[in-house]
């Protein structure tokens, strides 16, 4: 009798094991990756033609832009930046006023340029990746079709290489010498649990844009597929784009990957500051 009992107690015993089993990789299985979005203004152009950023403007308007980087905050010491900023003189002496050296701006969120583990580049623009040799460590992220473009045929007869620097299109040749530049093969590709890029508007030969997974949904870093919140609230395209039709309809991609309408950054408006004003000092967090 004491026999049986024991046999039925260890086979109950034995039974329950797996359950247990399964719970422990169930607790032990990584959760998805939670991450903070803020936009890092390093830089001020006052007075730009509004009708070089907001397709059929009034010619007499004047709109004073923000320069920015993004940092997209992960765990386990994950600092992704989209977009590099410039840092040569001769952009600097554009008109650029209250200017920082990106690298030096992240000082304002505690980090330095060794901390950034990735640069998104959106484009290859001289305000977006002229900084792409300053952040020693960081992987560079680009679409492919856009390096083949302008490490190329771009400056053949016929090109366009209108607001790339040929130092820039160096420097990024160069960092894919010392394999650090992955190339992104088209849209809605994930480089990072909770980061994905799209294919945008055509701004540059082959612009994307980023999505982001944050604790208020999904965020969108627009870049220069938006340049102002005018673009998006009145449905216009850019200004400047090799086609204003894929402009609108990255926008409207825009509208329905964000978590709502308000997390979608546009690339150089100053009303990021304002509608995000924490924690401040040139910093928003996309909230």
Known sequence: MIGRTLLMLLAVGLSAIPAISGLGRLASAKSPAVYEVYAISYGAFPGYPTSSLIAGADKSRRSDLAMMIWLIKGPDGKNILVDSGFYRDKYIKLGIKDYVKPSDALAKLGLSASDITDII???MHWDHADGIDLFP???????????????GPAWQPGGQPGGIDPDDVLSLVKLNTQHRVVLVDGDDQEIADGVKVYTGGRHTYASQYVGVRTGQGTVIVASDNVYMYENLDKRVAIAATFDADSNLKAQARMLQLAARPELIVPGHDPQVFVRFPKPGNGVAKIE
């Open 121 to 123: 580049i959106s484009h």
């Open 137 to 151: 460590k960081a992987k560079i992220w680009i679409q492919k079709d856009e390096y083949n473009y302008y490490t």
